[in-house]
């Protein structure tokens, strides 16, 4: 919707100025056809096209205005309400199957992984969700009295995201996480690990009001439980999930002996 606004008032200042698509794409040096379709939404308009509609239609930086609202966002769609709950959560809970979790992840991990989204993502998209993901990270260090909690699948460990540097450096910066007084990270061995264990992510949030929030995500889709009875079944069943895994300690070994053996 940003794109096609954006689009449209190009348009209709280039129409008012009498100034024709041809010469703002040769002004701007983009062909006819990709001034064409940033202006009817099907391409993200870009800054050099605004500089040079701004400038040619005397918009006066009105046009130049519309970049803040171009800027790819910081998270999917779905996980919007979620990343608000974990900005004001000072307990928070996870339980992560196949991938490591978005709070504990390196930036080489985060990069590889985002980057290999299907279908793929721009440059700046890549490069704004990564900046993003770092920056949740902050919580971890800035709230030292908040608590987190994270169980994480064995198979997580052995994805191979990124290649084996990346893996490896993923594996030492858990160690180094957990080192964090309140930071807790706890494994679960593929031994250990019941099938209905397998159905997907989870995470509790707690705010300092005592809300309560569960957050279940899935392909493209993740949902932010707010009502008593589903955050209680998924507690229980995140309770249950804790119990199976490994301690603290064992966890530790567990992870520094992959570690090295990458």
Not at 64 to 87: G, I, R, V
Not at 90 to 95: F, G, M, T
Not at 193 to 209: D, K, M, Q, R, T
Request: net charge negative.
């Amino acid at each position: 919707m940003a794109w096609r606004y954006c689009g449209n008032q190009i348009k209709l200042w280039r129409t008012q100025a009498g100034i024709s698509r041809h010469e703002l794409g040769k002004e701007a040096g983009y062909e006819y056809e990709s001034v064409k379709s940033m202006e009817q939404g099907r391409r993200k308009p870009h800054l050099r096209l605004l500089e040079v509609a701004d400038q040619m239609c005397g918009a006066r930086g009105l046009l130049l205005a519309a970049q803040d609202y171009l800027k790819p966002d910081k998270f999917q769609s779905y996980a919007q309400s979620f990343m608000e709950a974990e900005a004001e959560a000072v307990a928070l809970h996870s339980y992560e199957t196949v991938l490591i979790p978005g709070l504990l992840q390196t930036e080489d991990y985060a990069r590889a992984l985002i980057s290999s989204h299907c279908p793929p993502l721009d440059d700046e998209t890549i490069e704004e969700r990564v900046a993003a993901r770092l920056e949740r990270q902050e919580k971890l260090r800035d709230q030292p009295t908040a608590m987190f909690n994270f169980v994480i699948y064995e198979a997580a460990l052995r994805t191979g995201v990124g290649g084996p540097e990346v893996m490896r450096g993923q594996l030492l910066r858990l160690l180094e996480s957990g080192a964090l007084r309140n930071v807790s990270i706890q494994i679960l061995p593929a031994d250990r690990c019941s099938h209905s264990w397998l159905n997907g992510p989870l995470v509790l949030l707690e705010s300092a009001e005592h809300e309560q929030h569960a957050y279940t995500e899935g392909q493209e889709s993740g949902m932010l439980h707010a009502d008593v009875e589903t955050v209680g079944k998924l507690t229980h069943r995140h309770g249950m999930i804790r119990m199976q895994a490994l301690s603290v300690e064992e966890s530790t070994r567990f992870i520094s002996e992959m570690a090295e053996e990458i």
